[in-house]
């Protein structure tokens, strides 16, 4: 057993003991708990269990953060290994991205498409990486005029611009492509604005930002300027409860917010106005409830993906 492998079971193991006792503590002071399902447009009760993805027989999943979908395809960046595992919508793994020579990752976490490029983020390089769908590796994306990647996490690209919120810094930095700094917004606090260990970011359709404050249990929202709006989630005035260590966030079709809590082994859906609808964990009766999630993507067609890493599966809902 590899020293590598070694630590991700030590750690894999504390985060799991950490999950239960968090996990039920929070059942059993969070109201968000008790959500019932309002109608919202055709949405009238949470998404169902579909199948799970488990990886390869003999190579399965190990502590899988983040996932992405593109053309039918479910692309899990795999933590432990350090690599980017693509998958059928059934689960059939297709190939491997990452694994070897140029363009090896270390710790992957989010990913996101720009047409036909894949970009990944790696914690443990404090870099983003480019390849091909098909898992050639093209180039480093490189920051201009001395602006710097620490430990990015969830990536966006939308509008020709590539965001994401760093873990080390507690900001969220907006780029171009070619490497451009525009705009960086947020700083390390509890006030309005701040954020502490920020690991997801999604953008909805008026182009409004929304992060997950995953050490201060809350997720914000930004305007496109990146000027602070409101809290999501957060006890107080402005949200009905605290949604505890918030990770990945996805925006569906209809502009609703999905936000994938981690100790709370739960999804909790928003729409834009930061009113809570809905939420949802429950997989089928043998398998019971979520583990862990962490990250989240949601297709054309509404299909949701959630990565469970230490059940070290993407469970699939519809």
Same mark, same amino acid.
């Given at each position: 057993m590899t020293k590598q492998r070694l630590y991700g079971m030590v750690i894999g193991l504390v985060v799991v003991l950490g999950a239960f006792f968090g996990y039920y503590y929070y059942k059993s002071t969070n109201p968000l708990d008790a959500l019932q399902a309002v109608p919202v447009g055709n949405v009238v009760s949470p998404p169902e269990f579909k199948n799970f993805i488990f990886g390869a027989e003999n190579n399965p999943l190990a502590l899988p953060l983040g996932v992405a979908v593109r053309n039918g395809e479910v692309y899990v960046s795999d933590s432990d290994r350090g690599q980017i595992e693509v998958f059928d919508y059934n689960g059939k793994l297709l190939r491997v991205i990452g694994d070897k020579g140029p363009g090896r990752l270390n710790h992957p976490y989010g990913m996101a498409f720009n047409g036909n490029e894949l970009y990944v983020a790696d914690g443990g390089w404090g870099k983003i990486l480019i390849f091909e769908p098909n898992g050639k590796f093209k180039r480093y994306f490189e920051p201009k005029d001395g602006a710097f990647i620490s430990i990015p996490a969830q990536l966006v690209i939308k509008d020709g611009k590539l965001m994401f919120p760093d873990l080390a810094i507690s900001k969220v930095f907006v780029f171009d492509l070619e490497g451009n700094l525009l705009m960086t917004f947020g700083s390390k606090g509890e006030g309005r604005g701040q954020m502490i260990k920020p690991h997801g970011l999604a953008v909805d359709n008026e182009r409004n930002?929304?992060?997950?404050?995953?050490? =201060?249990?809350?997720? #914000?929202?930004?305007?496109?300027?990146?000027?602070?709006?409101?809290?999501?989630?957060?006890?107080?005035?402005?949200?009905?409860?605290? *949604?505890? &260590?918030?990770?990945?966030? +996805?925006?569906?079709?209809? =502009?609703? *917010?999905?936000?994938?809590?981690?100790?709370?082994? &739960? /999804?909790? /859906?928003? =729409?834009?106005?930061? &009113? +809570? #609808?809905?939420?949802?964990?429950? #997989?089928?009766?043998d398998e019971g409830s979520l583990v862990l999630p962490s990250g989240i993507a949601i297709d054309g067609t509404n299909k949701i993906f959630v990565t469970e890493t230490t059940g070290n599966r993407v469970s699939v809902f519809q």
């Open positions: 930002f929304y992060v997950s404050d995953s050490n =201060n249990n809350r997720v #914000l929202k930004f305007s496109k300027e990146g000027k602070f709006v409101k809290f999501l989630g957060q006890k107080g005035d402005e949200a009905p409860s605290e *949604i505890l &260590t918030p990770r990945s966030l +996805a925006v569906d079709s209809r =502009n609703n *917010i999905y936000v994938v809590s981690g100790l709370g082994a &739960t /999804v909790y /859906v928003f =729409n834009k106005d930061g &009113t +809570a #609808l809905y939420s949802f964990s429950k #997989l089928n009766d």
